[in-house]
């Protein structure tokens, strides 16, 4: 039984009540968070308060999947009068003033939040080292990056601080921290989960997704969190039951295989532990076949230029007038906005907005921007081309497994092109899932992904179900 | 040298719908600071657009009004730029495929402007600049109001063209319920762009733009500044640097605006967080159908169904509310031709110059008025009198008139033995009226109106008169 | 190559100061990234600017009907400055 169903019969038959469970996850993240820095905010009180309240709800016979089941949430979040940071010093005691959409369900749901989880400052970074706040570590030790952005809420769930976290996937930010910590991250179909109250990075590629310890739980918060919001136009209006496939059988279903992902740059390890499973899949029944995407070679550049684009006017409303920090000395709002930005965003974001300011401007907009919208759109046609012959397409989470704490980070290229395996499914808008194929020799968890057609969240949530239940590891 | 003026306009026009643009805040003017807002017309971290149905549906209906094409895919960008006033520091606009494109408008003078688009966007928030203490406060209560954008090319040749183009497009806005374009109260402003070259010539002339006018004599006294500085330089053997100025008001004159404004590069991009729109014919022919029967379209109506003449239809229909309430009354009390005298004399009059555009007595009040004025129930000075009341003092024009003795109380018998007096002690100018002097007649009519007031009416007096004369006949 | 007047442009387009010494170091790592982002020259693809997979039909737009946000006063109260409930701007030179 998954870890969210199991605590579910327990806490409805009255074995352990919310109350209880919230204290023990907030004594072992007291236990464990100095060190790994997991959280940036401990939520005590709300939690305490909602363990209650879902308490009381039990107590009078109610029931819902997660009622009462605490959860971690990304710091770029917004849960009301609670401290939303973004991991950045420009966010540092901001205070939202209303529920995200994704907060509004999971409280009609009953759901406890143990705490808001550290990341990459404004989701920017793989590794969560740019966060503005101490620099959370794999709890897999040897000293190795969680991987990010949402690298807090990956690190809180294999540490078992909470059972279950929300984390936001730009380029890979909910699957790849997922692969470096060994747990399950989903980014479900572009439009499926609202983005009202998740602080922006790039509109058109974030999305929410849940991180948990198997593909069942990140199907249970889906159906939590998903559906058409009158707050979010982006939003879809399609009704998927994340779960539904789960336990169906996967014999006879096309398994695809992009070679592109499979070539140079990619570790040798990793690419053995991702063969097995596909090993793994053929003797379980499945056609494995060969697809191609030819483009892949363009997506990392596709992406940092959308990303960075929409990022430079997203996160252009930081000036120190409305809210956040705000520089002082200013005599004019020119100074003001110059020195507040200058010292409120950390060097990471500042290239990016720089980037995106670039891609923009007149002159460059065509030999940027505008080739990558086109490239975005040559993406969508491939992804249609491939779920025509198959049903998910198998590839690695990340070219490596989580590397050292400092390495990397003075090589923004080096960084960048560590995306490749993830960036497609946002630039595509299609789901995908991480689930963990195996370990390198060192120990540290290898993962992989299953990506499914447009609303075939499903279909992805199967396959890695079929796999963390059947696969000896 | 003779120059030939080159004028083009973008006119902002603020629609009145109930909600903003991008969120569900009322859009109505006026408010305490502050009081109409949200974590989206605030820009809080995390907030996301929704675009209004009712500020599309106005843009189509505005579109269609000029004889626009209406793309039936459209989509929205981003304008980025910092201002404090800009709480995302981005506005959203269109760039790439406005609601409406290939419009026009004829002029009085034969013009034709051709309107290149109108596309929909969001206003500003608004600054109020303390000198005292250095700073500038700001209120986000219009941030996010809808605006329409009407871009001509540039087809006008004078002030007098611009002036009047801005008003016919206000006036049409007005009809079309779109927009109050209230001038004074900046929901419709104008940016002017203006050249000139040498007179007969095609090459047009380096061009400057003057922001943000909002008012007729603003813009009117900016084009006739620039032509005549702009001739200047010419005639000398200079330049005109294509620059954005900006005018002012008190001296009349425009200056440049600094570098800063010029060289911004607003970054237009494809808006993420709204989706484009696709209308169908349907869509469109709604939007039709909910556009209301607009000035020229009045005009044909009052003179064709009501019978009324040219110039009093033409002058019904100058102002919206006019001839909204010149409707109304007329459909309470039908007398087209009656209703419309002591419409244009006695209401038009006191509501001439007012900035409310209201016209403070009811609609069923004036009709009662008129009715009693056709009926002979009061006397057409003392109707004057009952409107000037109303005015003033309000209440129903019956209960003036009783207060006031002004209804008239039929009395033949008092106005036979008035009219045998009167004719008997005048026997000489009853002689002239047989010998052909006709006028007679008036003298001795209004002779018995004035003793009569309130006991006679003019039709009585003429019976009387008449029956009382021919028993004199020689 | 993107220069380091380049560099100073785009941190005027968006507001953001740096040092001599930032300059520098974001000079050579723009170089770098956009040494990167340029193998999208590369490409060859049409951008289609009428994608209906971004498009809504007009009937599913917003109705305009007015609901009121009940928390505007949390919204002054997040701003750092507040003066009779407007937020307070230094000088603003046009």
């Known amino acids: ?473 | 040298m003779n120059y030939d003026v080159v004028v083009g306009l973008e006119i902002h026009a603020e629609l009145s719908t109930n909600t903003k643009a991008f969120c569900t805040c009322s859009a109505d003017f006026g408010a305490d600071p502050n009081t109409h807002i949200c974590p989206v017309c605030t820009g809080q971290p995390g907030a996301l657009p929704i675009i209004n149905h009712g500020a599309v549906e106005y843009a189509i209906r505005a579109g269609l009004t000029f004889d626009c094409d209406i793309n039936r895919y459209t989509k929205f960008e981003r304008k980025n730029y910092f201002y404090p006033d800009l709480p995302k520091a981005y506005q959203i606009s269109q760039l790439d495929l406005p609601i409406c494109v290939n419009g026009k408008v004829e002029l009085s003078t034969g013009t034709v402007v051709r309107i290149n688009n109108i596309h929909l966007e969001e206003d500003a928030g608004k600054l109020f600049h303390d000198d005292f203490y250095g700073q500038s406060l700001a209120d986000y209560n219009r941030c996010s109001v809808p605006l329409i954008e009407i871009v001509t090319e540039p087809d006008m040749h004078s002030a007098e063209e611009a002036v009047e183009f801005v008003s016919k497009i206000g006036l049409y806005l007005k009809y079309l319920n779109v927009c109050d374009a209230k001038m004074q109260e900046g929901s419709i402003r104008a940016d002017v762009n203006i050249s000139i070259k040498e007179k007969g010539s095609e090459k047009l002339g380096n061009r400057t733009e003057i922001k943000n006018l909002n008012s007729f004599r603003s813009i009117q006294r900016a084009i006739e500044y620039e032509v005549k500085r702009q001739s200047e330089i010419l005639d000398n053997g200079g330049t005109v640097v294509q620059e954005t100025r900006k005018f002012d008001d008190t001296m009349g004159t425009t200056s440049s605006m600094r570098s800063k404004e010029n060289a911004n590069d607003y970054r237009y991009f494809p808006e993420p967080d709204i989706m484009s729109i696709v209308f169908t014919e349907e869509d469109i022919e709604e939007a039709r159908r909910n556009i209301p029967l607009l000035p020229h379209q009045r005009v044909d109506k009052y003179i064709n169904e009501y019978g009324l003449t040219d110039e009093d239809a033409r002058v019904l229909t100058l102002e919206k509310y006019l001839s909204d309430f010149y409707d109304e009354t007329v459909a309470i009390y039908p007398q087209y031709k009656n209703v419309s005298n002591l419409f244009q004399t006695e209401i038009m009059r006191r509501v001439k110059d007012t900035e409310e555009e209201v016209v403070p007595i009811s609609a069923e009040g004036f009709a009662k008025v008129c009715e009693m004025t056709d009926k002979n129930i009061v006397n057409r000075n003392d109707a004057k009198t009952i409107i000037r009341i109303m005015f003033e003092e309000g209440g129903e024009p019956e209960e003036i008139a009783k207060a006031n003795n002004f209804i008239v109380v039929e009395d033949a018998g008092e106005t036979e033995k008035f009219i045998e007096e009167l004719l008997d002690s005048n026997p000489d100018l009853v002689k002239q009226y047989f010998d052909g002097k006709t006028n007679m007649f008036g003298f001795f009519m209004g002779q018995t109106n004035r003793a009569l007031r309130g006991k006679a009416t003019p039709t009585l007096v003429r019976e009387c008169l008449e029956k009382a004369l021919d028993k004199r006949k020689p | 190559m993107i220069t380091k007047e380049d560099l100073k442009m785009l941190c005027d387009l968006s507001r953001l100061d740096l040092s001599e010494e930032e300059l520098e170091f974001y000079e050579k790592s723009m170089q770098d990234v956009m040494g990167l982002m340029d193998t999208i020259g590369e490409s060859d693809f049409t951008y289609n600017n009428k994608d209906m997979e971004n498009a809504v039909s007009f009937s599913e737009l917003r109705a305009d009907e007015v609901s009121t946000y009940e928390n505007m006063r949390g919204i002054l109260n997040n701003g750092p400055e507040v003066d009779d409930d407007q937020f307070v701007v230094p000088k603003v030179i046009d």
Do not use: W
């Not at chain 1, 794999?138 to 279950?164: E, F, T, W």
């Open chain 1, 1 to 473: 039984m998954s870890k969210l169903l199991d605590l579910r019969k327990q806490l409805d038959n009255k074995e352990i009540s919310s109350v209880e469970l919230t204290k023990g996850y907030l004594k072992t993240i007291s236990e464990k968070n100095d060190k790994l820095n997991a959280f940036i905010t401990v939520t005590e009180e709300l939690a305490l308060k909602g363990a209650e309240e879902a308490d009381r709800r039990i107590a009078e016979g109610e029931t819902a999947p997660l009622l009462g089941i605490p959860l971690a949430i990304k710091d770029n979040i917004c849960i009301k009068n609670e401290r939303t940071t973004c991991a950045s010093k420009i966010l540092e005691n901001f205070k939202p003033t209303y529920n995200a959409t994704v907060i509004e369900k999971l409280n009609m749901d009953g759901a406890v939040y143990l705490g808001k989880t550290n990341m990459d400052e404004f989701a920017m970074g793989g590794s969560s080292q740019t966060t503005y706040f101490n620099k959370p570590v794999n709890p897999y030790g040897k000293n190795c990056v969680p991987g990010g952005s949402s690298g807090g809420s990956a690190i809180a769930v294999a540490a078992d601080m909470c059972p279950a976290a929300l984390g936001s996937d730009t380029g890979g930010s909910v699957r790849q921290p997922a692969a470096f910590c060994g747990v399950t991250g989903m980014k479900p179909t572009y439009g499926t989960v609202s983005r009202y109250g998740l602080v922006a990075f790039a509109s058109s590629l974030d999305q929410i997704g849940p991180i948990a310890e198997s593909a069942e739980d990140c199907g249970l918060i889906l159906n939590a969190i998903s559906g058409k919001d009158a707050h979010d136009q982006t939003s879809r209006n399609v009704k998927i039951d994340f779960n539904g496939l789960v336990g169906q059988d996967i014999k006879g279903l096309k398994i695809g295989i992009p070679k592109e992902f499979f070539g140079e740059g990619i570790d040798e390890e990793v690419k053995d532990a991702v063969m097995k499973a596909v090993d793994f899949y053929r003797n379980a029944g499945c056609e494995i076949i060969e697809v191609s995407m030819p483009t892949l070679k363009y997506a990392v550049s596709a992406y940092y230029l959308l990303a960075c684009a929409e990022a430079s006017s997203n996160l252009a409303r930081f000036d120190g007038v409305r809210y956040g920090f705000r520089a002082d000395g200013a005599e004019t709002y020119e100074e003001l906005i110059r020195m507040t930005r200058s010292q409120g965003f950390g060097e990471e974001v500042k290239r990016r907005i720089l980037l995106g300011t670039y891609a923009l401007s007149s002159g460059y907009y065509d030999a940027y921007y505008k080739k990558a919208l086109a490239v975005r759109q040559q993406f969508k046609r491939e992804y249609n081309e491939i779920f025509e012959k198959c049903d998910v397409m198998l590839t690695p989470t990340a070219p490596t497994v989580a590397y050292k704490i400092n390495e990397n980070v003075d090589d923004p290229v080096k960084m960048y092109l560590a995306d490749i395996c993830t960036v497609t499914a946002n630039i595509g808008g299609v789901p995908a899932i991480n689930t963990t194929c195996g370990f390198n020799k060192d120990g540290m968890p290898i993962g992989l992904s299953l990506t499914a057609k447009q609303f075939d969240d499903a279909r992805a949530i199967q396959f890695a179900d079929f796999f963390e239940k059947n696969f000896k590891k």
